[in-house]
């Protein structure tokens, strides 16, 4: 799995991790790869995640729990994870599973760092 990776770092030092998938699937056949991945930005880059999912159109339900997982990982480290860029066909399955009830989603990646940086100030 191809996962393009950004890291951002405000002025009071606080590192946010962007990871956006760039394969069209996160499927049985990637989701363990991407759950790892967010294993190891969580345990070692920072507690704060941003997962980009433009270029997912397809996402079953081990996609789902490596999310959810990733999610559970950055709560366990008093954390952020917020989502943004949910491809269209990908939506739907959000939705169906109410998934889009649990997590924090965005319409755009600039959204969701404003949103995760005004956090991170608030609370310090």
Known sequence: MNIDQKT???LD???VIV???TDHRLDITTAWQFRLKLQECISKLSRHV???LEQVNFIDSSGLTSLVAGM???DKA???FLICNIHPEAKLVFEVTMM???FEIFETEAEALERLFLNLVKNE
């Open 19 to 21: 990871l956006k998938p």
């Open 78 to 80: 008093k954390g952020s």
């Open 13 to 15: 030092g606080n590192t």
């Open 100 to 102: 889009d009830t649990v």
């Open 72 to 74: 559970r990982d950055a």
């Open 8 to 10: 951002y770092t405000n």
């Open 50 to 52: 941003v997962v980009n």
